[in-house]
């Protein structure tokens, strides 16, 4: 039976941590990190998700800045807005909720922001940085898996890794990090043959595709570590129900750790956007960062320790 990775716990933990920085920060410079938050729109979930990252950053002491634009903002004017806010030195984070209207140009816009305050990590150049192994800001959905990663196995050196999914936010950017943390990485999509073949080869199971249970437990690979990022909203027994990726009630039989859904990935995205957040506070003033992500580990129990990079 595998260890269940507690993602909610694990993001509580780093959201105290950061908490307790930002205060020290405040103590000692008279200053805190701010965070504004962009949502063009009124798609429901993501004013769900806005709220919730605005709500979390005042949690952890942060100053959070709303834009709520409405579905006919132009381009133009969004980027007027981006403009300012990259010149705000009270505002240290921006985030400009995807989807955006279909009359915006979403790189161009997602460009348009100070890569220093990107704490997405989708500016060109921070993917950029990322691919070429130098200190960026990483997007937060697969920094959390990596958090978590690391806190459950230590070093990933030299482990089979299988990315399940090839999206810009998630399947790429995780593909990196794994490959930055000496893992022989695989990506997989819609277009892989033999998919089980894959999933059975992997000590390392990420999979990031919006598809309901898609994998079974028969093809993990006994021991494996599996995180499912996947979010799925489905109809069984007369209740809409939320599952991953991954089909968990009988992989968890056969992995040696896994996520659940929910519980597991969701909760570490917005820790790890506040982390960033408070990173690019840090590099901004020139402080100590909080933890040097570029490859380092916060374990689960809330202790943040610094992990040298392996060479
Ligand atoms: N929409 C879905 N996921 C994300 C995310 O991680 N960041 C932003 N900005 N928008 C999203």
Redesign the pocket.
Known sequence: MATIIDGKAFASNLRQFIHAQVAQIKEKHGKIPGLATILVGEDPASQV?VRSKAKQTTEVGMASFKYALDAGTSEKELLKLLADLNANDEIHGI????PLPRHINAEKVINAIDPRKDV?GFHVSNVGLLGSGQKAMLP??PLGCMMMLRDHLGSLRGKNALVVGRSN?VGKPMAQMLLADDCTVTIAHRYTEGLADHVKRADILVVAVGRPEMIPAEWIKPGAAVIDVGINRIERGGQIRLVGDVDFASAKEVAGAITPVPGGVGPM?IACLLFNTLTAFCRTMGLPEPVDMGFSLVEGVGIVQELKRAS
Request: hydrophobic share 40%; aromatic share 10%.
């Open positions: 998700y985030l400009v909720q995807l997405d937060c959905t936010i995205t």
